[in-house]
């Protein structure tokens, strides 16, 4: 598989949209969570549990809280070199951007929590079963996470399409 270069876009594989795709089917309605970590050229995703409703309110259906399994093993592999490149979450409103909720976890002093991460939000309405999950990315940029192109590499390196969506209001 060809390197996938570092940027400003949102570049995924495929089969990890896939992946993150029928993680949050299987969550819904509850938010799935996770993140996407790469290594030189390695790159692997965490399907983390959402722990929200240990917290709540808000329930795991209007928030995500990763579990501190997941969290030791995120930190024990960044001590091993990985990074944290993306941070996905499910929206089973159907809201695709980032919350107001979202934006102050990822930027809880006006600096970003994890600094070159990029989030993901897999969007659907939990009731339409049949339909297929939104993706929207965002990376920071001039001081907040803005809406960013997404691109969707097949794992050849040869095709891809532009899943952008248009920017949405706050929720
Ligand atoms: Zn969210």
Redesign the pocket.
Known sequence: MRAIPAGCDLILVASELEQIGQHAHREAPR?CCGVILTRGTGRQIIEAKNVQDLFGPPSAER??RVDDGSLQRILTLCQDGWRVAVIY?S?TNGFPG??A??REAAVPAGRPLYPGAEYL?AAKRARHADGAWTFSAYAWERGEYRLAPLTVQEASGAASENLAASDAPLG
């Open positions: 938010e928030a995500f979450h929206h980032l919350s909720r979202d939000v």
